[in-house]
């Protein structure tokens, strides 16, 4: 079933078996100190087992400079401790024979406040305060299992300050070096975080981003961040890693929001990316082909792809086979990226490309923080084992 979506491709440096990637995935799961842990190295194995053709890693924080940390028990990639966390993951996978990036991620105005230092301000493109956010999930049971009443707490932040340039170029320098100690873990490259609402996406989104020097004020400015941290990297990590850059309208403060100037302006963000040093663009989405643009109809993966030139990955409520072929065959995406249904079901390459009925678990934003969870399911711990059992030869891919 679905040739297009089970057929292989290079990617930058990459071959890739495949075109269904895990999208990165924050699972709060890390020691204290950043430090990633056996448990993630079981999670992400089992889903390499499970048949995709490349592993984006959750967000990790680079540095430990400038409030880049954006959660509690988000894993690092900020020293020698945590490289070393990693090669468990980084080797775990590469035994399936499946390659895994590393996403890199600075939080900017939106780190939790429990990670700044004291008296430390959050950072952004300007001077400006995030609205808040309520957490990911939905469920009343587990506001039930979590003694939640009433509403679900809103996170808040305090005002954030704009970057200086000198801050600029600190950051990008960050994200290189975070990148450099990510090779040293065993990853096959890096996926540079602009979307979601953290630091960089608060450059690319004109709502956020107040400046008038050449960090803002047109398409091409609010790039240029994202650019210089992909120049940095690739000069860190050098031709054969893969570099890949997130993009999207949503933030998590912002979970319904739109470019101001939709699909043109996503298309000047394109042609303004055609010559960055990323391998790949990656769309990040609750629904890839929702472009929230009344006057157009061409999805933004779609518009951006055709603008830069670039080869581009889709992620987005992509739950079944035929909506990965889809996105293939419409020539909006070259890689599917699948997040949320990997959570229940790690081998969900597998049970797609079979084609067999299979009883899919209803997948919505839930169970997705941190409740007591088994961490293979990533579901809590009664819900039951799949009977999927991807060691079947003839449902290898
Ligand atoms: C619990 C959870 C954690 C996430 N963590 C990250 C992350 O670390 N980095 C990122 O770029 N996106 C993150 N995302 C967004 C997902 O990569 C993806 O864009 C989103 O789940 C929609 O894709 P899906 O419909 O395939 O789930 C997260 C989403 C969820 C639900």
């Known amino acids: 079933m679905f040739p297009k979506t089970f057929s292989p491709l290079k990617l930058g440096p990459l071959a890739l078996k495949n075109r269904v990637a895990m999208a990165p995935l924050t699972r709060q799961s890390a020691a204290l100190d950043g430090t990633p842990t056996d448990e993630m190295a079981a999670y992400y194995a089992r889903r390499a087992r499970g048949g995709v053709g490349l592993i984006i890693s959750e967000g990790a924080y680079e540095t430990d400079d400038l409030s880049c940390k954006a959660y509690l028990s988000q894993p690092g990639i900020a020293n020698a401790a945590h490289v070393a966390g990693w090669r468990k993951t980084t080797e775990a996978v590469h035994a399936l024979g499946v390659p895994i990036i590393c996403q890199l991620m600075h939080g900017g105005r939106v780190v939790d406040p429990r990670c700044l230092r004291a008296g430390e301000s959050p950072v952004s493109a300007s001077d400006t305060q995030s609205g808040g956010w309520v957490l990911y999930t939905d469920s009343d049971q587990e506001k039930h299992d979590r003694g939640i009443t009433g509403d679900w707490p809103k996170v808040t932040f305090p005002p954030a300050r704009a970057l200086t340039v000198a801050e600029i170029e600190r950051v990008a320098d960050g994200f290189a070096e975070g990148a450099a ?57 050098g031709p054969d890693k893969l570099i890949t850059l997130r993009l999207s309208q949503d933030g998590v403060d912002d979970f319904t929001g739109a470019w101001p100037g939709g699909v043109a302006y996503a298309r000047s963000v394109g042609a303004a990316l055609a010559d960055c040093e990323a391998d790949a663009l990656h769309w990040a989405s609750f629904a890839w082909a929702d472009n929230r643009d009344p006057d157009s109809d061409v999805p933004m993966p779609q518009a951006i792809r055709d603008a830069s030139g670039k080869p581009m990955i889709v992620n987005g409520g992509i739950a079944e086979g035929a909506d990965a072929e889809a996105v293939i065959e419409s020539g909006a995406g070259d890689v599917v990226a699948v997040g949320r249904p990997l959570f229940a079901h790690p081998d969900w390459a597998h049970i797609v490309r079979s084609g067999e009925a299979y009883p899919w678990t209803p997948f919505d934003r839930k169970y997705v923080v941190r409740p007591p969870l088994d961490h293979a399911l990533c579901y809590p711990a009664d819900y039951p084992a799949p009977d999927w059992n991807p060691d079947v030869a003839s449902r290898q891919p």
């Open 181 to 237: 100690r990510a090779v040293e873990a065993g990853f096959d490259g890096v996926e540079i975080h602009a979307a979601n609402g953290y630091l960089l996406w608060q450059f690319v989104n004109p709502k956020t981003n107040l400046r008038t020097d050449d960090y803002g004020g047109s398409p091409e400015n609010n790039v240029r961040f994202a650019k210089l941290v992909c120049a940095k990297v690739r000069e860190a990590i």
